[in-house]
């Protein structure tokens, strides 16, 4: 759901996940921001992720990834998450505003770092917890996204000595015909829809 033409859903789907998730201690928030290295200039990535226990946020851990995309930075704090979820053997549920890590894990192609994470967080196989990812609309008022958020940029701000305010790498487009045309409409618009009762020629 892209801002400028899904704007409505984007708060419905907000207001649906603050109501059900923001009081629920195996909620783990993630999120993901770019900091620029010392040594060499190179775009580096803080992953983060923070728990929700009875509307008392809290961070759990953070990882400075290195040599990725921002997407594999997404991927690689959900299996940060899931680690806490192995520890204790408990199901979590684990909202992140990227759309582009939820489909990759939706179709298995996740990147090599989170799946070293993954693999690194114990004796998946034996495990009986399961985890739920959730997609939530970035930027919107979900405290446990907007406080993920928060920190990830606080990180990347503190390692960026060049850089106070790290400029952040635009999603990639998912390369489907749908995708695509919303992108390029989302992007083109400059004036809200015209009314639904209009016929083609009043629009």
Not at 23 to 48: F, L, P
Not at 107 to 120: E, T
């Amino acid at each position: 759901m892209y801002p400028n033409l899904h704007m409505v859903r984007r708060e419905a789907r907000a207001e649906y996940v603050q109501r059900t998730l923001a009081t629920r201690n195996d909620t783990m928030y993630v999120d993901a921001a770019t900091y620029t290295e010392d040594r060499n200039h190179k775009k580096s990535k803080v992953a983060t992720v923070i728990n929700s226990d009875n509307s008392d946020l809290k961070e759990i851990t953070s990882a400075s990834i290195r040599n990725c995309t921002v997407v594999e930075a997404e991927e690689a704090a959900v299996p940060l998450a899931a680690a806490e979820g192995y520890r204790s053997n408990g199901s979590l549920t684990i909202p992140t505003d990227s759309q582009a890590a939820c489909r990759n894990y939706l179709n298995g192609r996740i990147s090599h770092s989170a799946l070293r994470i993954l693999r690194s967080s114990g004796k998946i196989e034996n495990n009986q917890a399961k985890h739920t990812i959730v997609w939530v609309p970035g930027h919107t008022d979900i405290t446990g996204n907007q406080e993920a958020d928060r920190i990830a940029r606080r990180y990347a701000t503190n390692r960026a000595s060049n850089n106070p305010d790290p400029a952040e790498e635009p999603e990639p487009v998912a390369q489907s015909y749908t995708e695509m045309l919303n992108y390029f409409r989302g992007i083109r618009r400059k004036y809200p829809p015209p009314h639904k009762q209009l016929n083609r020629e009043g629009a």
